[in-house]
């Protein structure tokens, strides 16, 4: 059974719909792209009693949870409890995204580099804080925050009107932090909880406008394997920061279990820890398996029955995956709702893959329901061809009512 409803979730859906092992697949609450590859079971994926019933009624065999929310909520826990092989961390482990303090407070303590900084519970404390990090600096929200906790903030003006607007309502947790410079990349990581694999690189286009101008996005687009991540800084990362964590967590009695994802700066000074997710990214999820070749569900159930060591490294395709997530006009502000969608035929038709996020069913049409709307995923020789194989699809695509960003993978390039 899979969790989740977004692109992220689609193609996972259909990396695991391509496996042998594959007997049933179910999916809560799932979306019309992910019904191609799934039964969509009729769940309150919030109600983990209602999702434990579920699981025992049906036999699952192994539970596969895509997004955070629930991971920090203690879903994977609780689904543990009965015995269901899960991939994805428990709450405790979780918290590596579920609290900023926390994952720094580890790289502390275990020497992991990432950017110094303060954890601060008042405003008067944060604003004292500021001294300590001149004019740039980075104002960080303690929770789960959908991508819109951080400002960057190149003048004191602005740190003090981002911690102005965290304490607006009362008292909150914030971490304050250096500013870090370098190209950023993405690794992933899976881990049974001691054992670990490399599962590629990506990278993310977080700004909504072309060239990365204006408001921070859930992800507009993103290719894999990021090249910035040269063998030589990924093995780096592995030895620095994953490993140290993974170890970590074990010593602590709350192993990680899952796909740890390492957003990285890669500095002079070698690669440093912006964040951890404790999930796949979306959309570095729908490139990841575009280029994934081995069968997904023997290796995520692998994860979770904690026998990774077994398993053969994953392999991919030396090929480039790039993704251009078309959404809804308005997003990340308010999205419209409801627009027609056509023309996905015809873009597949050019050989990419259009996975499905903020989708639904309305009077026998397929039309938008929230903010990103569809990830079309090529694959080509290098990261040019790939990106024009991707906008080949995207121009194939009927959404009047939806926007996309035109330059993805414009660094690389
Ligand atoms: P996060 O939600 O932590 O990934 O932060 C969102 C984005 O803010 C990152 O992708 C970076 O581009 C930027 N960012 C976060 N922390 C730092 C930092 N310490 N230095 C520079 N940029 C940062
Ligand atoms: N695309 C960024 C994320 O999934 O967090």
């Known amino acids: 059974m899979l969790v989740g409803s977004g692109g992220r979730e689609h193609a996972l859906a259909w990396k695991l719909a391509q496996s042998p092992k594959l007997d049933t697949l179910f999916a809560a609450p799932g979306n019309p792209g992910i ?14 009693r209602a999702v434990i019933d579920f699981c025992r009624r049906e036999k699952i065999g192994l539970v596969v949870i895509g997004p955070e929310a629930p991971l920090v909520e203690g879903l994977a826990d609780n689904l543990r409890t009965i015995g269901v092989p899960v991939f994805g961390p428990g709450r405790a482990a979780a918290q590596l995204e579920g609290s900023k303090g926390f994952t720094k407070d580890l790289c502390a303590r275990v020497g992991i580099p990432t950017a110094a900084y303060v954890r601060v519970t008042s405003k008067d404390g944060a604003l ?15 929770g789960l925050a959908a991508g819109k906790g951080v400002t960057v903030a190149t003048s004191r003006a602005e740190a003090e009107a981002a911690i102005d607007a965290l304490f607006a309502d009362g008292p909150a947790e914030a971490v304050i932090e250096e500013m870090l410079e370098g190209p950023e990349a993405s690794l992933f990581v ?9 599962f590629g690189s990506a990278q993310d286009h977080k700004r909504v406008g072309d060239g990365d101008t204006g408001p921070n996005t859930g992800g507009m687009g993103a290719y894999s ?14 030895g620095e920061i994953v490993r140290p964590t993974i170890d970590a967590l074990a010593e602590a009695g709350t192993p ?3 796909v ?14 912006i964040e951890y997710n404790v999930r796949f990214g979306d959309p570095e999820c729908q490139v990841l398996m575009a280029r994934f070749t081995g069968d997904l569900v023997e290796l995520l159930l692998a994860v979770a029955e904690g026998r990774l060591a077994d398993e053969p490294e994953p392999a991919f395709s030396p090929e480039v995956a790039l993704t251009v997530v078309m959404a809804a006009k308005g997003y990340p502000g308010t999205p419209a ?3 027609a969608i056509g023309g996905i035929d015809a873009a597949q038709a050019t050989g990419a893959v259009v996975f499905q996020a903020g989708t639904k069913q309305a009077g026998g049409k397929l039309v938008a329901s929230g903010g990103r709307v569809l990830a079309v995923t090529a694959t080509g020789a290098d990261v040019k061809s790939a990106q024009a ?16 960003r035109r330059d993805i993978g414009w660094r690389a390039i």
């Open 190 to 198: 899976l881990s049974d909880g001691t054992v670990t694999a490399s």
């Open 337 to 339: 709702s409801g627009g």
């Open 389 to 404: 194989a991707a906008y080949r699809a995207v121009d194939a695509i009927d959404f009047p009512d939806g926007f996309c």
């Open 35 to 48: 019904a191609e590859h799934a039964t969509i079971a009729a769940l309150d994926v919030t109600d983990h």
């Open 260 to 273: 740890l994802y390492a957003g990285l700066m890669l500095t002079a000074d070698g690669p440093k820890l």
């Open 256 to 258: 990680y279990v899952g």
């Open 128 to 142: 004292a804080a500021l001294d300590d990090f001149g004019e740039r600096c980075v104002i960080k929200a303690d």
């Open 225 to 238: 394997p990021a090249a910035v991540l040269t063998p030589e800084l990924e093995e780096r990362a592995l």
